[in-house]
């Protein structure tokens, strides 16, 4: 059973290195130029614009399932911010040194953040599981790709040590019985996005 993450296209707030959250921001004109060849059974992406408008220009002929609880993590009000914006703020000093016992101020905890994942994991799986699917595609986040490969992948590495970038995604191979029991997939691979010539 294959589950495939996809980060949304880069936006003008990412190109900027700003702190991107439940606020929203276009993608950059070069991302409108994204596409790919993959087909899938069933297509998710988190209710945020930039991952919507991600998940219609790679699967433009597809139902889209719409899931707020993949969204981003909730920045609060360091949100369209930059690391040059907030360093002398003592708050986020103590955020950047303790990012899973320290949250933004009026954003959500890292604890918070994961069981709303988890809850949209949950859901994929009920589907994946219940209609007998074998693949499926979900347009999302940096930080929710993070979290579910830290939790998932084959391999154990930290939240921080996956990386995440806007061209390609990440296939998750599972067993059957591993999926029902929340397990680690069994292979995990890059999938590439390629950028259209025309249009």
């Known amino acids: 059973m294959v589950i495939t993450l ?7 707030e990412n190109k900027r290195k700003a702190y991107l959250g ?18 899938y059974e069933l297509y998710f992406s988190s209710d945020l614009q930039r991952c919507i408008t991600t998940a219609k220009l790679l699967f433009p002929e597809d139902e889209v399932t719409i899931l707020p ?3 981003e993590m909730n920045f609060g009000i360091w949100d369209g911010k930059t690391y040059d914006d907030l ?8 955020w950047l ?3 899973f016992f320290t949250s933004p101020p009026g954003g959500e ?5 994961t069981k709303r994942v988890d809850i949209g994991w949950e859901l994929i799986s009920q589907q994946m599981l219940g209609g007998n699917h074998k693949s ?12 579910l490969l830290s939790k998932f992948a084959p391999i154990q590495r930290d939240f921080w040590s996956w990386q995440t970038p806007h061209n390609q995604g990440y296939e998750l191979i599972f067993a059957r ?23």
Request: charged share 30%.
């Open 6 to 12: 996809f980060r949304h296209g880069l936006t003008e």
């Open 22 to 39: 439940w606020k929203d921001s276009p993608l950059c004109p070069e991302s409108m130029r994204i596409a790919i060849s993959n087909r």
């Open 69 to 71: 609880e993949l969204r």
């Open 87 to 94: 360093i002398d703020e003592e708050v986020y000093q103590k």
């Open 97 to 99: 040194s303790d990012p």
């Open 109 to 113: 905890t890292f604890q918070h953040f």
């Open 136 to 147: 499926c595609s979900v347009v999302t986040h940096g930080g929710v790709i993070r979290y």
């Open 177 to 199: 019985k591993a999926l029902r029991r929340g397990e680690r997939c069994i292979s995990l691979q890059e999938v590439p996005l390629t950028v259209k010539e025309n249009g």
